[in-house]
């Protein structure tokens, strides 16, 4: 049992970094902060401007969301709820899956818990970092690290347009050929929304990669208030523990 045990450990641990490699290579690191209400709140901004108009998140709850990251019913009303009057609704989109089928020939995937179904905020922080042009695409755009990718670059007004710098390789048969070595900025956008100026593009990923992170979990924020207050109380009760086997053991001493 312990032999197979190890086995599995080993194969998961050879298994993981292949996976991560045939997803397009090494990810962009990113550290998540879901104590941070401020990131999460203009990530939840970004989330609902540029992805909720085809992206759902049905199993957050608007209520749930604004009591979360201190965020009142009424801005709620006004600055996040595009498609429904009611606080307690879901966060879904007016499209129907039939529609963003014939429209992108693949519905959008709902976002509630993607980051846990992508392996967390690395990947998703990389992906949004690595939209190019490619004019041979429908879209305009392609994605190194998710090839072919059906998506837009949706938040290009936010970061510009990046184009692939090109280095020369040989392949396994010794032939010389050309393969994306990085990207880099082409083009800055000809202007930003009033609420992102000023603001740097990679924040604002980490902004909104961070709220996804949270979405996935949101019980997290309540843990690690709970978390807080059990170590406090773990704290006193070790002065306590203390105090007492010192009274019951000064006779012996």
């Given at each position: 049992?312990?032999?197979?045990?190890?086995?599995?450990?080993?194969?998961?641990?050879?298994?993981?970094?292949?996976?991560?490699?045939?997803?397009?290579?090494?990810?962009?690191?990113?550290?998540?902060?879901?104590?941070?209400?401020?990131?999460?709140?203009?990530?939840?901004?970004?989330?609902?401007?540029?992805?909720?108009?085809?992206?759902?998140?049905?199993?957050?709850?608007?209520?749930?969301?604004?009591?979360?990251?201190?965020?009142?019913?009424?801005?709620?009303?006004?600055?996040?709820?595009?498609?429904?009057?009611?606080?307690?609704?879901?966060?879904?989109?007016?499209?129907?899956?039939?529609?963003?089928?014939?429209?992108?020939?693949?519905?959008?995937?709902?976002?509630?818990?993607?980051?846990?179904?992508?392996?967390?905020?690395?990947?998703?922080?990389?992906?949004?970092?690595?939209?190019?042009?490619?004019?041979?695409?429908?879209?305009?755009?392609?994605?190194?690290?998710?090839?072919?990718?059906?998506?837009?670059?949706?938040?290009?007004?936010?970061?510009?347009?990046?184009?692939?710098?090109?280095?020369?390789?040989?392949?396994?048969?010794?032939?010389?050929?050309?393969?994306?070595?990085?990207l880099e900025l082409e083009a800055?956008?000809?202007?930003?929304?009033?609420?992102?100026?000023?603001?740097?593009?990679?924040?604002?990923?980490?902004?909104?990669?961070?709220?996804?992170?949270?979405?996935?979990?949101?019980?997290?924020?309540?843990r690690y208030t709970i978390g807080?207050?059990?170590?406090?109380?773990?704290?006193?009760?070790?002065?306590?523990?203390?105090?007492?086997?010192?009274?019951?053991?000064?006779?012996?001493?």
């Amino acid at each position: 049992m312990i032999r197979f045990s190890s086995l599995l450990i080993l194969l998961l641990a050879i298994y993981t970094p292949l996976c991560a490699a045939a997803e397009g290579g090494n990810l962009m690191h990113m550290e998540t902060n879901l104590s941070n209400k401020a990131s999460l709140r203009r990530g939840a901004r970004t989330f609902v401007n540029y992805c909720l108009s085809c992206h759902s998140a049905e199993y957050m709850r608007f209520s749930r969301m604004g009591r979360d990251l201190g965020i009142s019913d009424d801005v709620l009303r006004k600055n996040f709820m595009f498609g429904t009057d009611k606080v307690g609704d879901t966060m879904t989109v007016a499209m129907r899956s039939e529609d963003a089928k014939k429209f992108f020939g693949v519905a959008p995937p709902d976002l509630s818990v993607i980051a846990r179904a992508r392996g967390g905020a690395d990947w998703l922080y990389t992906y949004l970092m690595s939209f190019y042009r490619d004019p041979s695409k429908a879209t305009g755009v392609n994605n190194l690290l998710f090839p072919n990718v059906s998506m837009p670059d949706v938040l290009w007004e936010l970061q510009g347009w990046q184009r692939p710098v090109y280095k020369e390789v040989k392949d396994e048969s010794g032939k010389t050929v050309k393969q994306i070595d990085h990207l880099e900025l082409e083009a800055q956008p000809d202007h930003k929304p009033k609420a992102y100026q000023g603001e740097d593009y990679k924040q604002t990923v980490h902004d909104l990669v961070n709220f996804l992170v949270y979405l996935g979990e949101p019980i997290k924020l309540k843990r690690y208030t709970i978390g807080g207050w059990i170590m406090f109380y773990l704290a006193l009760l070790l002065i306590v523990v203390y105090l007492m086997k010192k009274e019951y053991w000064k006779d012996v001493h």
